[in-house]
């Protein structure tokens, strides 16, 4: 089976990739998994395309190999677009799942139902050595629940709840969630360059 490095220490994320690729017959490998440990890339961009070619490119010249990077987070609109590209980190450094989920939740407080549209976004970057960096961007529209619900994928999931569904993405099987996601809508663009490799 044909292998590709993807820049990511989130296992969320990992878990998806292997889901995601194996339909394509690669193998997705994530930095946890390798035997040489690489350093955390410092996400200083100020966009999700910049983040994500610093991972891509970063660890490519370092394993001087093809590298995938993807950068993604939740877009409100009810609060102008946050948390965006500070996702991992809104509630703090110790990037904690529960605590940005409740900061979420009470920012949301006062917003009616009507008003608490949002999106998942996902930029994927493909680092080749001595190339241009490649990017493809998937969405996923839908809208904050009141409450939080469900225990599967990561991250936001238990209060995002995709346009055509009652159940939150947490509630969704893996195989659903990855029918739908934003990291699927970027994948399935990469098909011509997946098909290459
Ligand atoms: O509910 C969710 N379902 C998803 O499918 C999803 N995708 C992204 N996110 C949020 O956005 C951050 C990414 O930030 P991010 O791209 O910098 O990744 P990260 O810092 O977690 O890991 P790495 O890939 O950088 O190593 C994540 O931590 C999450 O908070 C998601 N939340
Ligand atoms: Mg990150």
Known sequence: MKKVVIATKNKGKALEFKSLFKKYNIEAISLLELEKEVPDVEETGTTFQENAALKAEEIANLLNTPVLADDSGLEIDALDGRPGIFSARYAGEQKD??????????????????????????????????????????????????????????????????????????????????????????IIQLEDWLKTM
């Open 97 to 186: 799942d529960q605590a940005n989920i409740d900061k979420v939740l009470k920012e949301l407080k006062e917003v009616p139902e009507k008003g608490r549209s949002a999106r998942f976004v996902c930029v994927l970057a493909i680092a080749i050595p001595g190339e241009e960096t490649i990017f493809r961007t998937g969405y996923c529209e839908g809208e904050i629940n009141t409450e939080q619900k469900g225990d599967n994928g990561f991250g936001y999931d238990p209060i995002f709840i995709p346009n055509g569904y009652e159940l939150t993405m947490a509630e969704l099987e893996p195989e659903e969630k990855n029918s739908i996601s934003h990291r699927k809508n970027a």
